[in-house]
């Protein structure tokens, strides 16, 4: 937002607040920037509405993402440079304040005089050896600060180089994010296309507190809406290409399977304990977590170490019974319920699967498939309910 000094002079503490809560001031723009970032900038439309902003102007181009990045990456070598000053300064400034200290190494009479009261000459000395360790004291200070700097640097630099889009599981993780926001965006387009045919139509459409649309606000939201698509897009594209140039997901389903030994991201050799359509489930072998079991996305295999094939079979055995709890409605319109108790018994069960019949009840049997979940136990449920969810340990070696 531009406006003048003699404007903002003239609003209110109130509006000053709100300004500040939502904006920044940039000095080098000479103009208020929101805090907050793109899509997400409903609060500082709406305070720039109150303060009398009510039209949005807009000047040259969107940059694409991957020009984003490349000034992203300027600056941060820039920051990093900043830093590495900051840090060099700091630690002269500490060796400033302690070389007086250091000097005296070796001189036992300086830190060992007494300091005789009443006597000025001697009280004289006392202050300033003091002084000369207060110095000394905030030359430690100093020293941290430049440690802090340097450590902003490394941050920075790591930035410029941009080493995360050369991580194949963060690809992953970003390129599925941009599918979403894809998904969701385009749900919102076909929204506002209805009410904006039904407003062409000479229909009356609200929003929320019983507002009508109008057919410019439905018009601004949808090309707003289109707009963020396209920035997905070419996030997603830029996201995707990098991958590309990594080889891209080299592992899946088909050829990771249960008992390989593999590595993932940072971690030494790790064991495949369940494989699924997205994730897989692995078991670290080494190290203070050993035993523990977590989850990792395909990309996130780097390679594998020992293919060792294991036939993981649920523990669940023919005969045995798990009690369920059941819940009946008798009366449609009532919500009150009557709880019953129904157990169940496995009478057939293969290496994946198992088959169970409601005793004493004329019912056709049912069919579960146990899944491998994390603590070493398997599970399977009646119908999906928590307390109709029934776990075993693993039995596998």
């Known amino acids: 937002m531009h406006f003048e000094k003699s404007e903002y002079t003239e609003l209110s503490d109130q509006q000053k607040s709100e300004l500040k809560s939502a904006f920044l001031w940039s000095n080098k723009g000479k103009c208020w920037v929101s805090r907050a970032k793109e899509p997400n900038l409903y609060r500082a439309k709406q305070i720039a509405k109150k303060l009398g902003f009510t039209e ?212 030494e050799e790790v064991e495949i304990l369940n494989t699924g359509p997205v994730n897989v489930t692995y078991k670290i072998l080494t190290g203070g977590a050993a035993g523990m079991t977590l989850q990792a996305t395909y990309a996130e295999i780097k390679e594998v170490a020992k293919v060792i094939e294991k036939t993981r079979k649920h523990p669940f055995k023919v005969g045995e019974q798990f009690t369920a709890t059941r819940y009946t409605y008798p009366d449609p319109k009532s919500f009150k319920s009557i709880k019953t108790e129904v157990v169940y018994e496995i009478i057939k069960a293969s290496d994946t699967t198992i088959k169970l019949q409601a005793i004493g009840m004329d019912e056709k049997p049912i069919t579960r498939k146990p899944s491998f979940r994390f603590g070493d136990r398997w599970m399977f449920s009646i119908d999906d309910r928590h307390d109709n969810t029934f776990y075993k340990e693993d039995t596998n070696s």
């Open 56 to 267: 949005e102007q807009r000047e040259g181009e969107r940059l694409s993402y991957a020009e984003q990045l490349e000034r992203q990456s300027g600056r941060a070598e820039e920051r990093a440079d900043r830093y590495d000053q900051y840090a060099a300064n700091a630690a002269q400034r500490g060796n400033q304040m302690q070389k007086p200290i250091k000097d005296m190494r070796g001189d036992i009479a300086f830190f060992t005089q007494p300091i005789i009261s009443g006597h000025s000459g001697s009280q004289a000395f006392g202050n300033r050896r003091r002084k000369m360790f207060d110095r000394y004291e905030k030359g430690f200070e100093e020293y941290r600060k430049s440690e802090y700097f340097l450590g902003r640097a490394e941050i920075a630099r790591e930035t410029a180089a941009a080493s995360k889009f050369k991580d194949k599981g963060y690809l992953d993780r970003r390129i599925k994010e941009c599918k979403k926001e894809i998904r969701k965006r385009e749900s919102h387009v076909v929204s506002y296309e209805k009410i904006l045919l039904a407003l062409e139509n000479g229909e009356q459409k609200e929003k929320y507190k019983g507002k009508p649309y109008t057919i410019e606000e439905v018009t601004g939201g949808l090309e707003r809406q289109i707009e963020l698509i396209e920035k997905a897009m070419d996030k997603q594209a830029y996201l995707e290409n990098c991958l590309e140039e990594l080889g891209g997901i080299q592992f899946s389903k088909d050829n990771i399977k249960v008992g390989y030994i593999v590595r993932i991201r940072h971690r």
